[in-house]
């Protein structure tokens, strides 16, 4: 039936309908990056979790100077592939650290080898049947069990997976980070203020402006180019060092900092410029006094969002040498070092099943570093940011 409504609009139906399909379609979208949210961290906890437990046996020790000499002896043989290669070699140190264990027989709990401690969470594994029959009978006498993985927390990367741990990558992380900090932020932040604040609106600025801006989408593996050029083949930096990579990644966070520190200093109303000029001050006590201090949350935010990017960044520091085998937990800036995501990265790629999990532990230590400085800085843009 005809509408004579001279107001009635023929198309108000189907832009309604249009507006539906078009909400159901954006709430789909929402919905499944929750999903695959929720997929993620489900995959990540439930896997990373296992990582943070570790399977030891009590056995009985041997502690003479035969066992002590040649430590494969101090179990006996018929247990001697379930412990750990690392405990074997181990046992030495630990018998010369105890003098009062020399020629004594003591139950302990020695480190399972990663195969039992695969069986015992029940992945896959390679034990043989005899031996799964017989980790069945020491879980039964309750000589098994579960503990604390204090290796994965305390020590550094091992060929020996059970040996393994993930606390020089985060030392080294650390360190790496300090450096980014130290030279990206005051020279990023100073770049910035000139631009906005001093510079003379010639070709030369333009260029300039468009190049930072341009830096900002260079992908990070030609950073990690830039880096091995300059500060290892140029200026002889020690490759695979915290200092190297600091600098690498300070190059590319740059970028970001100097235009998210633009934007905040750009976002001080000009009044506040005008007022300050009213009283006399000049050019430098204006910026100094008033602007910098006013868009300085901005500038916070902008600077930690740019080096958490740059901690979880993997491709520059591999050019740089930073995927290297690091056992040991670094003390300083130009020992050799490795990073947290170059840890995971070296992890994802062993054969091991007990890696698997490791992948997963580190991933969730990462995260929550990364989660941590993002709600540092959206803290801080919360409690220091002026409405006007």
């Not at 450096?179 to 020279?187: G, L, R």
Request: net charge neutral; with cysteine.
């Amino acid at each position: 039936m005809k509408n004579n409504n001279p107001f009635y609009d023929p198309t108000l139906k189907r832009r309604h309908i249009s507006d539906k399909i078009f909400k159901s379609i954006a709430l789909s979208a929402l919905l499944v990056s929750v999903a695959f949210l929720v997929i993620f961290f489900t995959d990540i906890i439930s896997k990373g979790l296992l990582s943070f437990r570790q399977t030891y046996i009590e056995l009985p020790v041997t502690y003479n100077k035969d066992t002590i000499a040649d430590s494969s002896y101090a179990i006996d043989e018929k247990h001697y592939e379930l412990v750990s290669r690392a405990w074997y070699r181990d046992m030495p140190k630990y018998a010369a650290a105890n003098p009062q264990l020399i020629n004594k027989v003591q139950n302990e709990w020695v480190l399972a080898d990663d195969e039992v401690d695969q069986y015992i969470k029940g992945h896959q594994n390679s034990l043989s049947e005899d031996q799964k029959l017989m980790v069945d009978e020491l879980m039964k006498q309750g000589k098994i069990d579960q503990k604390l993985n204090i290796i994965f927390l305390t020590r550094g990367d091992s060929k020996i997976p059970e040996n393994s741990g993930f606390l020089s990558s985060v030392i080294g992380s650390m360190l790496t980070i300090l450096v980014c900090i130290a030279f990206s932020f005051p020279i990023g932040v100073m770049s910035a203020i000139y631009l906005e604040e001093f510079k003379n609106d010639n070709k030369l600025s333009q260029i300039i402006e468009i190049n930072i801006n341009n830096l900002a989408a260079v992908p990070s593996i030609l950073f990690g180019l830039l880096g091995l050029a300059v500060f290892i083949n140029f200026f002889g930096l020690p490759r695979s060092s915290p200092l190297v990579g600091g600098l690498t990644l300070a190059l590319m966070t740059l970028p970001v900092i100097i235009v998210s520190s633009r934007t905040a200093l750009r976002g001080v109303p000009a009044s506040i410029r005008q007022a300050a000029y009213g009283l006399g001050l000049t050019k430098l006590q204006v910026v100094k006094d008033h602007v910098l201090p006013l868009g300085l949350p901005g500038i916070m935010t902008g600077s930690i969002i740019g080096i958490a990017r740059a901690m979880g960044e993997t491709a520059p520091l591999i050019i740089v040498g930073m995927i290297a085998f690091i056992p040991d937990i670094p003390t300083n800036f130009t020992q050799a070092a490795t990073v947290m995501p170059a840890q995971i990265f070296t992890w994802a790629g062993m054969p091991e099943g007990a890696y698997v999990e490791r992948v997963s532990g580190a991933i969730m230590i990462l995260l929550g570093v990364l989660m941590t400085m993002n709600a540092a800085a959206i803290y801080m843009r919360k409690k220091y940011e002026i409405k006007w």
